[in-house]
């Protein structure tokens, strides 16, 4: 197996005084030890069925709350689906685990007022996604007529404080794949935006400058990004090093070396309106390793690892925990999590699969070796 391709990493030369605040830094030799609140990871794939109970152990392990993605077959459409298939996720769960799916629902030209205050009155959807129909994977059934038919269910969003959540690319086959995400901001979210101000809005796994840009010049609390790891450590050419890289394609496609770069330092500069979002996406090997591979890269096992990573090559792991524990649940209105997490600086290697009876899966960075070892908890 040809390995991910990883960016070099940087010297960092560390203080030998503790950071003030929560973050507590504990130096041991060569050996450091960062305890953090306990993260949560506000853009998560579980799927359903074997594959449920297959990868729900690795993101109960690192996070205390997951907004779970709709797009199933069929799609999550109503409060009594999301209901339902929390209660599939909680029984899913090893025994003891403590982690708490945060639900939503799937947007359609169908969807009514009526299910948005269901949705609020359920206690257990806390967000509605919008996926342009075609633009992702099982997003067929996505909206068509944002601005006509959804318009009812985006005001009575605004009344019920319900945020929308953003996948941003448009579907045009006549624009550049590497365009979508510039143009659905200008043709879209910017309209959006202005027609209806307070409507909450996260812009979920940002892939460019473009959409750095917008962010930070909307108000803070009304729209937020969250941020993947790998738009955060893989550029483009991940996807061709050494031939075709299949689990390093996903939806929006990694984007040039300048974009990836402007995503960290917005990142890793304190802002408060980015925060995680692993988009981890699990597929089998043989779905990912085929003529018409499934987009999404499955980085529930090494995402904290890696964003670790990224926040210590740019000197700033004294913003780390604000990015994977704070910023979220502040945007939400959601309580802080009480409970705490360690990572370690210690190597370790990512398995190059996790086998199960259905097949393989392929994590992130598999064979890789990796500094930054969570608590598993």
Known sequence: MIKTLVLPIQAVKFPTTKFEGSNQLRYKETKMDLTITRPDDWHLHLRDGELLEAVVPHSASHFGRGIVMPNLKPPITTTAAAVAYRESILKALPSGSEFTPLMTLYLTDTTSPKEIKLARKSGVVFAVKLYPAGATTNSQDGV????????????EMVEQNMPLLVHGEVTDPEVDVFDREKVFIESVLQPLIQRLPQLKVVMEHITTMDAVKFVESCEEGSVAATVTPQHLLLNRNALFQGGLQPHNYCLPVLKREIHRQAIVSAVTSGNKRFFLGTDSAPHEKRRKECPCGCAGIYSAPVALSLYAKVFEEAGALDKLEAFTSFNGPDFY?????????????????????????????????????????????
Do not use: H
Not at 347 to 373: N, R
């Open 333 to 377: 209105g959601l309580p802080r999590n009480t409970s705490k997490t360690k990572l370690s600086r210690t190597s370790w290697k990512v398995p190059e699969y996790f086998s199960f009876p259905f097949g393989d899966i392929i994590p992130m960075f598999a064979g890789e070796t990796l500094e930054w070892q969570p608590s598993l908890n």
């Open 144 to 155: 068509t007529d944002l601005f006509g038919k959804c318009l009812p269910v985006l005001e």
